[in-house]
């Protein structure tokens, strides 16, 4: 079945860098929106950023400038470039995707388990 798996997480100090991939595998992703989502402790799981599969990226508020959103259809794969990296950025980062953009958590039709990002300051 369809799989999506992230790596990449990890524990860095406040200013530095990660950069997590999310690796598709079951079936062909390039039609799909993909995205990440971030869920800390206590709160929603929210969108972080999401590409249309031509390649259009949307960012949350909280992340524009210093996260940047990548896929290779080639390879099935999205990536997360994060710069800057803040303590409240801190949470566990999932993969998601979706046929059409996933402003909602109903809208993700597959999520990846999970990488943990921890950001200390």
């Known amino acids: 079945q369809a799989q999506l798996e992230e790596s990449g997480g990890g524990l860095v100090q406040a200013g530095g860098s990660l950069r997590l991939s999310c690796a598709a595998s079951?079936?062909?992703?390039?039609?799909?929106?993909m995205g990440w989502f971030r869920q800390a402790p206590g709160k929603q799981r929210a969108l972080v950023a999401q590409?249309?599969?031509?390649?259009?990226?949307n960012y949350s508020d909280s992340v524009k400038g210093r996260f940047a959103i990548s896929r290779d259809n080639a390879k099935n794969t999205v990536y997360l470039q994060m710069n800057s990296l803040k303590p409240e950025d801190t949470a566990v980062y999932y993969c998601?995707?979706?046929?059409?953009?996933?402003?909602?958590?109903?809208?993700?039709?597959?999520w990846g388990q999970g990488t943990q990002v921890t950001v200390s300051s």
């Open positions: 590409m249309t599969p031509g390649g259009t990226p």
């Open positions: 998601a995707a979706g046929t059409r953009y996933m402003v909602r958590l109903d809208l993700v039709d597959y």
């Open positions: 079951g079936r062909t992703f390039s039609s799909y929106v």
